[in-house]
């Protein structure tokens, strides 16, 4: 009998878990060996403790492009131009440094410029062109630039538009106090869903990003409902959460999709972008 017919034997027997533990054992070990090797390398490397930022996989970020061009309705190729645009600004990356740099919170953040799933919000605001966006949670203010960048960049085409950046914390959004950036960024302190029913103009995109309750989530994405403009998309940061961004939108008739981010080179499984439009 030879190895084939042997093996072949074997897995129609009671033996055959037995027979194929050492295999499955090694995946497991090749597996792990590997994630505790980046949660080692960004232990002694990294500063963050939350918001964790870096690059995606080459793959992510070619789902991403077409996660944007078919919840845009934009064709991929503009989108790929968009994702490269802001990765090659290169005076936002060099004030986010420098920012970071003379921050007093610079001992919880990383100096090298990694935005993620963020280059998605670029070219989202890119390819949409909103008026209002407004954001609830935003920290160290990376994101709240992000958006900043892109409505620069459509201003320049005859397009302006501002983002409300709502926050609990008086001293977030610290990236975004600078100009030409915080020209068009409105940091309001306060609570999300306050703020959110104080807001006196039309909101053409709005992003969840704060509390990541569900029940806070649900509650923000029913309190923006009344103040949204016609054809308004609705994004969350949530999404490999909860699922409240999609009843959202079957509730109200709207249709939604899902894209999830993979890192590069990092032990976090990453977060997504829900869209409802």
Known sequence: MNGTSLRRAVVRTRLAPVAAFPKRLLRVARHDARVLGLSARWLLTSREHHNYTYDLTRLSREHLAWFVSVTCDVPVGQVRAYLTEIERDEPLRRHIERATAGADRRGLADRRVRYARRIGWYSIVRATRPRHVVETGVDKGLGTCVLASALLRNAADGVPGRVTSLDVNPEAGYLARAEPWA??????????????????????????DSDHSAGHERREFQAVEPKLAPGARLLTDNVTVTNVLAEHAERTGRRFLAYRETPARHWYPGDGIGMAW
């Open 183 to 208: 020209g068009v960024v409105d940091l309001v302190v306060g609570d999300s869903l306050a703020s959110i029913r104080a807001t006196d103009r039309p909101v053409d995109l709005f992003l969840h």
